[in-house]
Nanobody, 123 residues
Framework: VQLQASGGGLVQAGDSLRLSCAASGRTFNLYFMGWFRQAPGKEREFVAGMTSGGGTFYAESMKGRFTISRDNAKNTLYLEINSLEPEDTALYYC??????????????????WGQGTLVTVSS
């Protein structure tokens, strides 16, 4: 599956943003999908994940302001971020893996990656 992330941009603190990840192929609905981010000078970190059936998982620090969703009919994954903070500035990636298990927050377990979309939050 090929992934294309979009929706990033330059926003102000307090704004909201919705990122999209368009997937090619007819098997999108079979994949566990995840969002990761990488801030300048930092390691890539897990943000949120979602099963094909709609189960959601969030990094502890992301609970509350981040919402992951998917539209299997449109082959699209979303990440809504509310009350953006300068610390949210990062390159946001979507990724896919074939199965759900307890390693979903480990980026090394994902086989397919989008190119990333940059979110810059000004104070």
């Amino acid at each position: 599956v090929q992934l294309q992330a979009s929706g990033g941009g330059l926003v102000q603190a307090g704004d909201s943003l919705r990122l999209s990840c368009a997937a090619s192929g007819r098997t999108f609905n079979l994949y566990f999908m995840g969002w990761f981010r990488q801030a300048p000078g930092k390691e890539r970190e897990f943000v949120a994940g979602m099963t094909s059936g709609g189960g959601t998982f969030y990094a502890e620090s992301m609970k509350g302001r981040f919402t992951i969703s998917r539209d299997n009919a449109k082959n699209t994954l979303y990440l809504e971020i509310n009350s953006l903070e300068p610390e949210d500035t990062a390159l946001y990636y979507c990724a896919a893996r074939r199965y759900y298990d307890s390693t979903y927050s480990n980026s090394e377990t994902y086989r397919y990656w989008g190119q990333g979309t940059l979110v810059t939050v000004s104070s």
